[in-house]
């Protein structure tokens, strides 16, 4: 039986997505199930993938790096998107990539880009320029300081999963943001209960070696959080 540390409850909420609007319900969620356990050591596990697709990336961030949920010990980790727009403020090439999965939603969130649409002969260069004037240095800083995983007793998180076969201390940081088939498909003993998002399913999918939390909420509208405290399991959802 997977278990946190004694007196702790543990809360992971998957790919928010640029929805701020859901990110606020869901504490407001979290808010009114701690609210008993006020003497507990209170854990929030972000598991990555804060931006792009829905309509307010900028947002989610002003929430993430100024509101933290009182008497939470806060761990936000980083996912592919995250990663994508660290590129981007690196690379203007890598543009066209990641619009095509959901970036010209938060260029458009800063004020960057004017348009969804960014295909074709847009040029990325400039809108690099304007996202690197339009970004705050807090959110940067944020985006840069983002942790590749977490261990809270017998549970790993990850954004995506692991490397099925490879002990944590070798594991690649892009398999931890990227991966999907062979660790969703792994009947595998990780050796700990590897909590993740990345791969969307309508409701949280769980297997003897993981739990998956992305239910798509940016298409969806349900915002998912597993709960944890002692050998026990429960979900919160917008």
């Known amino acids: 039986m997977h278990r946190v540390p004694e007196n702790a409850r543990v809360y992971a909420v998957g ?22 356990f006020h003497d507990r050591r209170l854990a929030m ?3 990555g993938d804060y931006i792009d697709r829905g309509p307010s990336s900028r947002e989610v961030l002003d929430i993430l790096v100024t509101s933290s949920l009182p008497g939470f010990e806060t761990i936000h980790l980083k996912g592919n998107h995250e990663d994508l727009a660290l590129g981007f403020l690196d690379d203007a090439q890598i543009g066209l990539d990641w619009t095509l999965m959901g970036g010209d939603a938060t260029l458009m969130s800063y ?18 320029e304007k996202f690197h004037g ?12 983002l942790g590749s995983f977490h261990v809270e007793g017998d ?4 954004h ?19 991966i999907r088939g ?27 070696n993981r739990i998956g939390i992305d239910t798509g909420a940016y298409a969806t509208g349900r915002l998912t959080c597993l709960v944890l405290d002692g050998d ?7």
Do not use: C
């Open 134 to 145: 339009k970004l705050p240095t807090a959110h940067l800083e944020f985006l840069r300081n």
């Open 15 to 36: 790919d928010i997505h640029g929805r701020a609007d859901l990110l606020g319900r869901l504490h407001d969620l979290i808010r009114a199930d701690a609210a008993p």
């Open 155 to 158: 549970y790993l998180f990850v």
């Open 160 to 178: 995506a999963g692991v490397r099925p076969g490879r002990p944590m201390e070798d594991q690649d940081e892009m398999d931890l943001i990227w």
């Open 111 to 128: 004020g960057a880009a004017d348009g969804r649409r960014l295909r074709g002969s847009v040029d990325f260069a400039t809108i690099q």
């Open 182 to 208: 062979d660790f969703l498909q792994s009947t595998e003993d990780h050796g700990r209960m590897v909590v993740h998002g990345h791969s969307i399913t309508h409701e949280p999918e769980i297997r003897p």
């Open 45 to 47: 596990v972000y598991l």
């Open 232 to 238: 026990g399991r429960s979900f919160l959802s917008t």
